[in-house]
């Protein structure tokens, strides 16, 4: 099977620090895969790169067969990538679904003379977003907070609306910066169980970078392990776990379960 997302011999560099050295990753359709290691290890900055925030100095990134490099962030998003971020950026004076309506722009088929004319186009494509934006409210157990402000969401909430925000842009790769940070283990179990259903019933393809081992451990099919910007390992959640470079690099005397503190590149 041809994979969805193909990384090839990434390298960035920031002045005099490798970020990223000849970093390569494949990702088929349908999987979730997680990418892990220490903080400074690089996730978030390949994050970047596949999103079109960085360019890199070397290296391809190919959706589809098609390269993604030199696109701008917009571009990338109407392929079908869309992403969260490690720190929370709904509008909070916002509500839950004004948030998801924002999140369609990409999907919206109407010129401006449609929406200064209010034409009957206009009002059927407005109620058509209105009844989608209520459709992932419900995805994300959602709907009856639809009217409440993002910033009176409790965080978790928060957390996931993210996520039905970034689905309101019709993604077929979903890429989710540390979706777990600060939840408590009830929230994480909650999101692990949408993060399957979008795999089941959505079709969804999803990439995570992720600091919880227990939800890489039950959610991922394939993680790949960075560390001072080199891929040091790849595979199953259970050869990685028993991988001895892992256990040096990233997990140390911690244990698979706990989660280290925010990451920062």
Not at 5 to 11: D, G, I, P
Not at 21 to 27: D, T
Not at 137 to 166: F, H, S
Not at 256 to 261: D, M, S, V
């Amino acid at each position: 099977m041809a994979a969805l997302l193909e990384v090839r011999r990434v390298t960035k560099r920031f002045g005099g620090l490798t970020a990223l050295s000849r970093v390569e990753l494949e990702l088929e359709e349908g999987r979730i895969a997680s990418i892990i290691g220490p903080n400074g290890a690089g996730k978030t900055t390949l994050f970047n790169i596949l999103t079109g925030i960085y360019p890199p100095e070397a290296g391809t990134v190919s959706f589809r067969g098609r390269s993604v490099l030199g696109l701008t962030p917009d571009q990338i998003t109407a392929l079908g990538v869309c992403r969260t971020f490690q720190n929370i950026r709904l509008f909070a004076n916002m509500t839950a679904v004004e948030n998801i309506l924002v999140g369609m722009h990409s999907r919206v088929p109407l010129g401006l003379w449609h929406v200064l004319s209010r034409d009957p186009k206009f009002h059927r494509e407005e109620s058509r977003l209105w009844d989608r934006a209520a459709e992932l409210l419900d995805v994300v157990g959602l709907r009856g907070k639809a009217n409440e402000l993002a910033r009176n969401l409790p965080y978790g909430d928060q957390r996931r609306l993210e996520v039905a925000r970034a689905l309101a842009s019709a993604p077929t790769l979903l890429l989710l910066d540390e979706p777990t940070a600060g939840m408590t283990q009830g929230e994480a179990r909650g999101l692990m169980a949408l993060l399957r259903r979008l795999i089941a019933e959505h079709g969804l393809t999803i990439l995570l970078i992720e600091h919880n081992m227990r939800v890489v451990m039950e959610v991922s099919d394939r993680v790949t392990v960075l560390d001072y910007g080199e891929k040091i390992a790849e595979g199953h959640p259970t050869e990685v776990q028993k991988n001895p470079r892992v256990v040096e690099a990233y997990l140390g005397r911690k244990k698979w379960g706990q989660a280290p503190g925010p990451e920062h590149a």
